[in-house]
Structures are given as C-alpha cells and as structure tokens.
C-alpha cells in the first residue's frame, strides 16, 4: 500500500494519518508533536487539559485555557512545521471558550464529538481554523451537513468517522454496538461516503473522509482506504509508544491486557465507553459509588451526587499512572498491543 499525502485546503499531511484525541493527559504536546513531525496530524485533547496546573483545581477553566497555549507551543517545537490541532468534546463545559481558545492560539484544526458540533461554524467564522466533526452513522452526517449548509452555508473542512471498535467514549447505543458487527458497518461507512458526496456535489469541493475506530495494523489501514477513506485516524496504537505523554504504568496496562479484559462501560457523560477492566471498574459494576472529592465541572450534563464516579478524576488518575483507581479508556483491539514503540515505527507499519 502506497500512503499518498492528502491536501485539506492549505494543508498537506505528507502520511493521511490522524492521531486520535485521548483525554485526560494522554494526547498532549509529546505525542501530538512527534506525530505531526513524521507527516501525520497530531491531535491533542483539550479535555481538562490543565490538570496538571497549579490552580487546576480552584479555576480549572482558566487553568486549562492557559495549558491549551502552552501544549500546542510545546507541540510546534516538537512537530517542525508540522500539523497539529485540538479535539474538543461538544459534551464539555465552555465548549465554546474553548474552540475559541483553540482557533486564537493558531492551531492548524479542530475535531469535535461527543454530541454533534451544530454550532461550530459560526464559532470559527472569523479565523482560518479547519473545523471536522466526528460522526459515527449516516444519520448523524445527514442531519449535521444538513445544518450547516442551511444556516452557515459551509461544510467541514474534513470529516472523521468513528467506527463502533473505537475506544473511550462512543457515538453509538449500547444496541447499536451489538448491532454493528463489521460487515453491517462497512455497510454503513458506505452510506456516510454517499450522503458526503452530495454535499461536496452541492458545494463543488471535496470534504476529505478520515476513517477510524479498531484500526491497529496495516490490514485495516488497506480496508479503510479501500472503502473510501482519505485517511485514517488511530489512537490505541499510539499510546504505547515512547513518546506518548501518558505514564508507564498506563501503557503497560495496555500492554499487558487480554481479550476478555476489554468491555464497554456506561460514562457519567451518557454515552457508552470502551476500557479495560480493572479494579476500578470491578466497584462500579458492583454498584459501589465513588464520590468526587469535588466538582470541577467538566460537562454540561453531569449531576455530581448522582453520579456513579467522577469521570475528571477517573481519567485523571489514568494519566498518573494510578491505575487501580482509574479509567483505562482504550479500542477494541487494544489486546493486540505487546511492547512499546515508537511513533516512527508505529506510522510505518500502518502506512507502509
């Protein structure tokens, strides 16, 4: 397989690959720089992105404003002229302070999910910024194209699809995951191709097709362009390598789990998740509730004595490494991963 470089307006990828966005702590500067330096996109989470700041938790808005800046300058240096953008969940709270944040600061691209990014556009409307919503069913792109041609007349820039093997939080019901076994979902990726030519018909310019979810190897990398893709987006593969900003013993919990260990999970965000099973995880389907040491308000829609554990922490302590007491979001094909890599190697398996 040859990996052609794919142009998205003013930007050219030199390898079409896009490295997922993995919050909280897991896709900052290191990993986001050192893929946009081998030809690929970096992308680097905006979830509670400033944890790590002093006054995280007395402002953690203005903490993690201030760390997107520092992230993506840090990434620059690393990229060397490279690609390098934010994934910001549409679930977040401030959403909007922070796809401004991102557009202000001159990153080159936003991808947005959890829930569907309608007003996006009009956020962005006054910079350069490239803007990709991340959709999973053809209903979902019918329904956000449709939008934003009739009130912003404009379409994405690119447009990532989320398969249903993707790991942390999924666009899918619990039924449809039980659903879309691959076969069913080819059938639906080929749908989604359909509904995005005809708005690059009405609009008479292409919308670059990025397509991930349980891409680990070079033979789903083929599958994926062989179905339309412009490019693919992975993220599980690129958490065990050197350069990933997360600690080792989270990389080893990768490294170390088996089939049977990876199972879907119900986020206090409201969507479906994929992550590997561990103590954690063991209380929560115990019922056991584990309270938030305090609110930090992360999501819009998130009642903090209701819920089961407070994702911010969970994923939190995930990123230090204290992963009994964490959430270990990971893809599906997670157990495939045996040693740690480097981002070099891991793009030229892909792409060849």
Not at 94 to 115: L, M, N, P, Q, T
Not at 127 to 140: G, H
Request: glycine residues 10%; aromatic residues 6%.
């Amino acid at each position: 397989m040859e990996a052609r470089p794919l142009r998205i307006g003013d930007i050219t990828l030199r390898k079409p690959v896009f490295q997922g966005g993995m919050g909280i702590g897991i896709s900052l500067s290191g990993l986001a720089g050192a893929v946009a330096r081998e030809g690929g996109a970096g992308t680097i989470s905006a979830a509670q992105i400033g944890f790590m700041e002093e006054d995280f938790d007395e402002n953690p808005l203005k903490a993690n404003l201030r760390a997107m800046k520092k992230e993506l300058e840090k990434a620059r240096k690393l990229a060397q002229g490279g690609t390098v953008g934010f994934n910001i969940m549409v679930a977040m709270n401030h959403y909007e302070a922070y796809v401004k944040r991102a557009a202000e600061i001159g990153a080159d691209f936003i991808v947005s999910g959890a829930g569907l990014p309608v007003d996006l556009p009009e956020l962005v409307k006054s910079y350069s910024i490239k803007i990709a919503p991340i959709v999973s069913t053809e209903k979902s792109v019918h329904v956000l194209l449709r939008y934003w041609a009739k009130k912003f007349n404009r379409i994405p820039d690119f447009l990532v699809i989320e398969g249903p093997k993707a790991g942390g939080h999924l666009g899918f019901t619990r039924e449809q995951l039980e659903k879309f076994h691959p076969t069913i979902y080819r059938a639906e990726v080929g749908k989604i191709m359909e509904k995005v030519r005809e708005f690059e018909e009405q609009f008479a310019r292409k919308i670059p097709v990025v397509l991930g979810g349980g891409i680990s190897g070079r033979g789903q990398s083929e599958e994926a362009f062989s179905m339309g893709a412009d490019a693919i987006q992975v993220a599980s593969r690129f958490v065990t390598t050197e350069e990933c900003d997360a600690a080792q013993a989270y990389k080893q919990t990768y490294i170390a789990a088996g089939k049977e260990d990876i199972v879907l999970v119900k986020s206090p965000v409201g969507m479906p998740g994929r992550a590997i099973r561990n103590s954690f995880l063991e209380r929560v389907e115990r019922g056991e509730r584990i309270p938030p040491s305090r609110c930090r308000g992360c999501l819009k829609k998130c009642k903090p004595m209701e819920i089961p554990y407070c994702i911010t922490e969970a994923l939190i302590h995930a990123a230090k490494g204290e992963v009994d007491d964490a959430l270990l979001f990971c893809g599906a094909d997670a157990h495939k991963i045996h040693k740690v890599e480097t981002v070099k190697s891991v793009i030229e398996e892909l792409m060849g």
